[in-house]
């Protein structure tokens, strides 16, 4: 395949062409489509009721209806009034809604979605009489900035995230002191398969950050990171790596429980909304300067530039951005999943659809954009190996047309590494971001 400025993403989800990802337009001199291998698809098949797997040992609810509605119980008699609070399938994910249950005369509360639920991981949690609680049937996550329950949904044939038989590499939980806070922080660090069997053997690191309202727990436990790359190692499909995700909050505003992070400067990129300043704000500070010296101090690491990246969803991906792009010489591939991809919304503005007649947006200075980390784009193309961008298809979260318009803006600018990836019938969710990293992780360190 010849060299060329911009990539295209097709990733087919089965063998029989269903398309994972969609082809982004681009200048026919420029294009080149990479395909990548099926998602370690199986024959699609319909799957029958079952509880969800997050649900203690023994408890049938929530279930998992044949047709993807799930069914919730409560118990609850001498309550008033019950409600589920989700995001059922085309709402918007930031605003969960109430729904109603209904009460039978054993005191237990059911509802049955009306619509199915699009596959991948879902939050959850109950209203009685007002009060928010837990389904103390069923494990608990945190999301939208308190502890939620959640259920899966299959997606018929796809297994790139099941648990298989396969090496499996550990995920650890390890403690460390950061000086520039004088804070301890917790972070969850992934090791591949044959970590601790080559003791010589040295590994490239992505930096993993989650979105707005989580912490470091959920790339693991909602995004199945581990066994996303158990199995695409299992299948020769990326190189092994060390995974580090840790929390994008710092003591003080913005933090869970405290004043929210105060608003950018006059004329600062929106992307970069609480994260930016010199070297990528108090975040990038504190990775720079304390959590990478800490992991290549405990951990057998490739310490250069070539063998680091980071990547992040949602507000995850807005703190990539502003960290790598303030410390290139530190990052060389970088990943922007529903997130930081300074492009703007479309006419109505965030969380509103952009449709795909949306005007184009002003052209951007390459001098300013990212804070000026283009200005030289050849420089930028020595030292950027990946800069890879995704969003789901689907508003009112994500913009998929300004994606690609953004795109041919850097291709204009002489941008020549960069990516983007399409994620078809899914929205602001944890299967796009899956799928982002599944299709992400091949192109690092290569």
């Known amino acids: 395949m010849t060299k060329s400025s911009v990539f295209v993403l097709l990733a087919a989800l089965s063998a029989g062409g269903t398309c994972f990802s969609q082809a982004v337009k681009a200048p026919a001199d ?15 098949s319909a799957v029958a009721a079952h509880p969800s797997p997050y649900n203690l040992p023994g408890v049938q609810y929530p279930r998992i209806e044949a047709d993807a509605r799930v069914t919730f119980q409560f118990k609850a008699p001498t309550a008033q009034k019950v409600q589920v609070a989700l995001v059922t399938s085309g ?63 299959p997606e018929p044939g796809v297994t790139y995230y099941d648990l298989k038989d396969v090496p499996h590499g550990n995920v650890l939980i ?41 912490d470091e727990r959920v790339w693991i436990e909602m995004g199945r990171t581990n066994l996303i790359l158990d199995n695409l190692l299992a299948e020769g499909k990326v190189k092994p790596m060390i995974v580090v995700m840790e929390t994008s909050y710092l003591p003080g505003a913005g933090a869970p429980g405290r004043a929210p992070a105060p608003a950018p400067a006059p004329g600062a990129p929106a992307a970069f909304r609480g994260f930016g300043g ?85 052209p951007f200075d390459v001098k300013t954009v990212y804070n000026g980390a283009m200005a030289d784009p050849a420089e930028f193309n020595r030292k950027v190996k990946v800069l890879f961008m995704s969003f789901g298809s689907e508003p009112p979260l994500e913009n998929p047309e300004g994606l690609k318009r953004h795109q041919e803006q850097l291709i204009a600018a002489g941008i020549k590494n960069s990516y983007v990836y399409i994620s078809p019938g899914t929205s602001h969710e944890w299967q796009t971001w899956r799928r982002s990293l599944y299709v992400f992780a091949p192109l690092l360190f290569r």
């Not at 928010?132 to 502890?147: E, K, R």
């Not at 917790?186 to 040295?202: L, W």
Request: hydrophobic share 35%; net charge neutral; glycine share 14%.
């Open 30 to 44: 420029s294009r080149q489509e990479m395909a990548l291998a099926p998602l370690g698809a199986d024959s699609a």
């Open 91 to 153: 709402s918007n994910s930031l605003n969960p809604l109430p729904y109603d249950m209904v009460k039978g005369d054993d005191g237990v509360w059911t509802y049955t979605t009306r619509e199915p639920q699009g596959p991948g991981y879902h939050n959850y949690w109950m209203i009685v009489d007002g009060a928010v609680v837990l389904d103390p049937g069923t494990n608990a996550f945190i999301g939208y900035s308190h502890m939620c329950n959640g259920f899966e949904i």
């Open 174 to 214: 390890k403690n460390y002191f950061a000086k520039s806070i004088n804070s301890w922080r917790r972070i969850f660090v992934y090791t591949p398969p044959d970590y601790g069997k080559n003791a010589n053997s040295r590994y490239p690191v992505l930096y993993l950050q989650h979105g707005g309202g989580e």
């Open 278 to 362: 010199p070297g990528g704000g108090p975040y990038g500070r504190l990775m720079v300067n304390d959590l990478i010296p800490w992991v290549d101090g405990n951990f057998r690491t490739l310490t250069d530039r070539n063998n680091r990246a980071m990547a992040g969803l949602s507000m995850g991906g807005m703190q990539t951005a502003a960290v790598t792009m303030a410390n290139l010489d530190k990052f060389s591939h970088i990943g922007l999943f529903s997130g930081g991809a300074s492009m703007g919304f479309g006419p109505g503005g965030p969380g509103k659809p952009v449709p795909g007649a949306a005007p184009t947006p002003a």
